[in-house]
């Protein structure tokens, strides 16, 4: 195997105790920062998604000086705004039987029984507060005539907890955090840096101290410095060239936190989105996502007859294969996401695939608009049908949409602790950017959930106990840690800029994500994993040598930021493609082929796998070593699996 | 620039009912100023109450313009590189020329006090009878045709005008928004038409 | 098919800019529009040119990065469309497309066809929000919010921030924008303590950033991708205008 043997992880810093008062009790043992002291403390976040925006708003509010930064030109832009389903909080506002307990059951077992017992009760404890205070700051929710909120059920949960803003649940709780960073901005508590990119961690005498930035519009490489620094960087998708995420969405920060010491948790754990609308051709930039949501009232089918051409409109009733309701009798079209995925692509494998391709399955909505009515189905899911319809061309009220599976979130992340902090003292890690809390499969509309329940509730409390040792010493410019990661930033952008290869950035990068999808995608096998780790390094030692990137760092150069990032998904998907061949169980949204129970299956190892498993970075070409940190369950038997 | 529009604009309103006292005859047509004259004689003395609303029309013109010009400025200043290429009309026709109406309408203005408050230019001249000297001025195509441009550029300043004082204002919304345009084109068709009825009528000759 | 694209070149901010012709052949009517400058940046890569500039992010419609003037319109033909949604089956075989960068003081040129869009975050600041420090909601539902009134602040609220209606402004003004979160917030219940003084502010930070002011032109409305309704300035208008009557607030 190409890892070596670490020494397991002790220490969570979680508590012990009955579940329901962890999280009390946590804080009530988390020392306080004096407030006079908080204004000489300084705090970096990096990133203004939910998770970010959220930190640095509410940081802000608390009378910390916050330096934030993010890539684009404004955070209100950040990759949070496309999330469209909606969020889970436990209110029973519908009094179905829902309960914070039942949240966290959901969770657990939702995340196939890969993640911690005391984060998840935590996140499904706060979800309730996030509510609150999303209506509080203005969040236009849905809402039913008798003017309080509506909620739906959504992928994979049998009760009505999901909050919704139309399609744009995502875009409206991140304007929510971005209005309240606005405000801390207008403050003077906040200092914004848009258009600037992280692209390395400052670790000096042992506590994580800054960041080195580059300006995207100078070309300026800065060494900011503060007292802690919080990565809210988001999710890797983007390692598979193709995914739902934002072209510029990269790993680069948490890559570079990882060589700095900081462990990485579950890479393999990558989440592929049953509803996308499928590739139309070589030239495709991006896969776009459609709510789950439509699988509430849309039918998913194929031909029964493989290579059946004729249009979905001439195959009648009894030629169509509702595979999911077939096969999973009681959850239907609503099983989770990576059931579905997986469900589609097997039947897509078997020839019955529909489009461009053979690369897609039918989402067919006929039934509900003879149910309901045009408008009815028009008012639920209007602003999706109109987006199918601009990038496919096709109106789905009269012919079914195509859609199939496409990478859209990361399990895996930087490994923290019930603090949100990593292995490095003083980097905290939120978001998407975390491994914490959806363990080896993500339930839908629970990212939001846990983007702003650290944003807002944990990481501002948490953090305290760290800086409540603050202010450290400040840290001289000359100090050799900084000198050090200035020159290898500038290093390295002057690297890229002199291979003057014949090779586009992204041909690199399509060669990568086509690799990656192919062999650690929705599903891997000791043969593919393997070919994938003798490809990447040769495919990455081929960047450096025949990679062209135009123009020169000292000012707006978009191929030259595209080209560091490649050179990261690089390094990442390497360790991807490790820890997936060294789980050699199926969980969530790791599928390893030579696990399956008879009728095909993900079949789980409790006995051998029930652990995190964290790498660390031991350099370049020399291979990574696994912490493993054991998971118990007290409240939540693990069980297989069914959704039958 | 919504209140002076607005009170311009009730002065056209009040000009054009007056104008179409031509088709009652010379008689109703003269008397029109003298009683203008007349109003709160007791109070203003003669003439007082033209006097106060010529000096309150001449403010709401100058502040009119002055806001005009401040716009114009501030458009120039907002975008200070040009589009290279730009298709030209996508909004309104009359919101498009708001600008260049105005300058046509005041240079016209001009024209029309020299000519019929001051009878400088008129073929006539006779300040006691503006019946003989509207008469005389519309029975050449020339001066009818001017005054046409004119009226009909004042319709679409009209049209732009109200709807816009009236978002300006506030008074718009979702629901009232139709109804605020229609009555914005219904209030401008109506002033060119009035004030078109005179030169008309003098034209084909039911006014002699 | 294949496309002449007529595109504004211009190297950094202090430079002097042009409209470059670039041929581009094997145009798929599936392609998005930026999907299309893609490739043609790939082959002026390897052509040893510098690719085109452009900003973009999600590439599906929502976080309001990308935009650009085609041919005189911004974000392109299609209405309630932005930039990386419009796809190349809209236009024809032979077609000159002009591509230019949004055009206004308040938002300069960085590169070829990116801005700097700084100043709408500088209209959020001084307002545009709802004081609510974290922790200190109530429960959600103590406020009950008529549907009308939620769905309206909805759709105020669908706004992106791309800068659409600047560009399209024959004055170069941002009212749209600004009367936007305006109305998004100010029709809410929980806006109402801050309606009026957040109406001024933003209105003063506008004008103090050099957008033009509004003469309802209705040009930006078309050009909105989320067709965000006029009459949010005619809202923004009324709050502003209370509170000039009243006096209640003056700006900041």
Redesign the interface.
Same mark, same amino acid.
């Given at each position: 195997m190409r890892y070596v043997e670490g020494a397991p992880i002790a220490d969570t810093a979680a508590p012990g105790g009955p579940i329901e008062t962890r999280w009390d009790r946590h804080r009530f043992g988390t020392r306080l920062v004096n407030p006079a002291n908080k204004r000489k403390l300084t705090v970096i976040v990096v990133g203004t998604g939910l998770a970010g925006g959220a930190a640095a708003a509410t940081l802000g509010e608390l009378g910390y000086n916050v330096l934030s930064f993010c890539y684009q030109d404004s955070p209100r832009r950040a990759h949070s705004i496309a999330a469209q389903g909606g969020i889970n909080a436990a209110k029973n506002y519908r009094n179905d039987g829902d309960s914070v307990h039942r949240l966290f059951y959901d969770t657990v077992k939702g995340g196939d029984f890969r993640s911690r017992e005391s984060n998840v009760y935590r996140l499904a404890q706060i979800s309730v507060e996030i509510i609150d205070q999303c209506v509080a700051q203005g969040v236009p929710f849905a809402r039913e005539y008798g003017g309080l909120l509506d909620t739906r059920s959504f992928g994979g949960a049998q009760v009505s907890r999901t909050f919704y803003a139309r399609g744009q649940t995502g875009q409206q709780l991140l304007l929510g955090a971005y209005q309240a960073l606005a405000r801390q901005v207008n403050a003077g508590r906040v200092k914004m840096h848009p258009r600037t990119e992280m692209l390395d961690l400052v670790v000096a005498d042992g506590r994580a101290r800054g960041i080195v930035a580059r300006d995207l519009v100078t070309g300026e490489v800065t060494t900011h410095l503060a007292d802690a620094v919080v990565l809210a960087t988001g999710g890797y998708g983007n390692v598979f060239y193709l995914s739902t995420n934002a072209k510029g969405c990269n790993a680069t920060a948490i890559w570079r936190a990882h060589r700095r010491g900081a462990l990485l948790a579950n890479p393999c754990y990558t989440q592929i989105h049953p509803t996308c609308i499928p590739v139309s051709g070589d030239h495709q930039s991006k896969l776009t996502l459609m709510s789950e949501s439509l699988r509430n009232d849309g039918r998913v089918w194929v031909p029964v007859r493989a290579g059946d051409t004729r249009p979905a409109n001439q195959i009648p009733e009894s030629e169509r294969d509702y595979y999911l309701e077939r096969i999973y009798p009681s959850f239907g079209n609503l099983v989770p996401r990576d059931i579905a995925s997986r469900a589609a692509k097997n039947v897509c494998d078997s020839g019955h695939g529909v489009g461009p391709g053979g690369l897609g399955v039918y989402l067919d909505f006929a039934d509900a608009i003879r149910r309901l009515g045009k408008p009815a189905v028009e008012a639920k899911y209007g602003n999706l049908f109109e987006m199918y319809q601009r990038i496919t061309g096709e109106d789905p009220y009269e012919v079914p949409m195509r859609i199939y599976p496409a990478v859209h979130y990361t399990m895996g992340g930087l490994w923290v602790d019930y603090d949100l902090q990593s292995t490095i003292p003083g980097l905290f890690v939120v978001g998407e950017a975390n491994f914490s809390d959806h363990g080896a499969n993500r339930l839908g509309a629970s990212a939001l959930m846990q983007g702003l329940a650290d944003g807002y509730f944990v990481l501002p409390n948490t953090i305290g106990g760290y800086l409540a040792d603050g202010p450290f010493d400040p840290v001289p410019a000359d100090h050799p840690a900084v000198t050090e990661a200035e020159t290898g930033v500038r290093d390295r952008v002057a690297r890229l800029l002199a291979v003057n290869g014949d090779r586009t950035v992204d041909s690199f990068h399509r060669e990568l994500g086509r690799l990656m999808w192919d062999h650690c995608g929705m599903e891997r096998s000791e043969e593919g994993l393997r070919k994938a780790l003798e490809r990447i390094p040769e495919l990455r030692q081929e960047f450096w040598e025949r990679v062209r990137v135009p123009g020169d760092g000292e000012g707006l150069n978009q191929a030259l930021e595209k080209a560091g990032r490649v050179a990261d998904f690089f390094e990442l998907a390497e360790l991807m493609c490790v820890d997936a061949l060294h789980r050699t169980e199926s969980c969530g949204g790791h599928f390893r082929a030579e696990s399956q129970t008879p009728d095909g299956e993900a079949l789980r190892d409790d006995e051998r796998f029930s652990y995190v498993a964290a790498w660390e970075y031991a350099g370049a070409d020399e291979p990574p070593v696994l912490h493993r940190e054991a998971l118990d369950f007290e409240y939540v038997t693990p069980s297989q699996r069914s959704y039958k | 620039?919504a209140v002076t529009g607005g009170a311009m604009f009730l002065f056209v309103i009040g000009h054009m009912a007056g104008n179409l006292k031509v088709l009652f005859g010379p008689e109703a047509f003269n008397e029109h100023p003298k009683w203008l004259r007349s109003i709160g004689e007791g109070l203003l003395g003669h003439g007082g109450f033209v006097w106060i609303a010529r000096v309150g029309l001449l403010l709401s013109l100058v502040l009119h313009m002055t806001a005009a010009i401040?716009?114009a400025r501030? !458009?120039r200043? !907002?975008?200070?590189?040009?589009?290279?290429?730009?298709?030209p009309v996508?909004?309104?026709y009359a !919101?498009?020329t708001?600008r260049w109406g105005g300058v046509i309408i005041a240079l016209f203005l001009v024209y029309h006090l020299m000519d019929l408050t001051a009878g400088w230019l008129n073929p006539v001249g006779d300040l006691e009878n503006p019946y003989g000297n509207v008469t005389a001025d519309f029975r050449h195509w020339y001066v009818s045709l001017t005054y046409a441009v004119a009226i009909v550029t004042l319709g679409f300043h009209i049209r732009?005008g109200v709807?816009?004082a009236?978002?300006?204002?506030? !008074?718009?919304?979702?629901a009232r928004?139709r109804v605020l345009r229609g009555v914005a084109l219904g209030v401008a068709v109506a002033i060119c038409a009035g004030f078109l009825a005179v030169p008309f009528s003098v034209l084909t000759g039911l006014v002699k | 098919m294949r496309l002449t694209l007529?595109v504004?070149r211009q190297a950094g901010p202090d430079e002097d800019g042009r409209?470059v012709d670039y041929a581009v052949d094997d145009v798929s009517p599936d392609m998005s529009f930026l999907e299309m400058l893609d490739v043609l940046n790939e082959r002026l890569v390897l052509d040893g040119e510098e690719p085109i500039a452009f900003d973009h992010d999600c590439r599906e419609g929502i976080c309001g990065m990308c935009g650009m003037?085609i041919?005189?319109?911004a974000h392109g033909p299609e209405r309630a469309t932005t930039t990386c949604q419009l796809h190349m089956r809209h236009f024809s075989d032979g077609d000159v497309v002009?591509i230019?960068p949004w055009?206004?003081?308040?938002f300069p040129?960085i590169r070829d066809l990116v801005v700097d869009r700084g100043a709408f975050d500088r209209i959020i600041e001084a307002g545009g929000y709802i004081t609510a420090p974290t922790g200190s909601a109530p429960d959600a539902h103590a406020i009950p919010i008529p549907k009308p009134d939620a769905d309206?602040a909805f759709e105020a609220a669908a706004c992106i921030g791309c800068g659409a209606c600047v560009a399209?402004c024959?004055?170069?003004?941002g009212m749209l924008f600004t009367a936007a979160k305006a109305t998004h917030l100010g029709l809410l219940p929980q806006g109402q303590p801050e309606r009026h003084s957040r109406a001024v502010d933003m209105l003063a930070t506008h004008d103090a950033l050099?957008?033009?002011?509004?003469?309802?032109?209705?040009?930006c409305a078309?050009?909105c991708p989320k067709g965000i309704?006029?009459?949010s300035?005619?809202?923004l208008?009324?709050?502003v205008?209370?509170a000039t009557v009243s006096g209640a607030h003056k700006p900041r």
């Open positions: - | 620039m401040q716009l501030r !458009a200043t !907002a975008r200070p590189a040009r589009y290279q290429h730009r298709r996508q909004g309104s !919101a498009r708001m732009h709807w816009s009236l978002q300006t204002l506030g !008074a718009s919304n979702g928004q | 007529r504004w409209l003037m041919n005189g319109v002009v230019e055009r206004a003081r308040a040129v309206k399209a024959p004055n170069g003004s050099d957008f033009g002011g509004c003469t309802n032109a209705g040009e078309p050009a309704p006029l009459e300035i005619a809202r208008n009324r709050d205008l209370r």
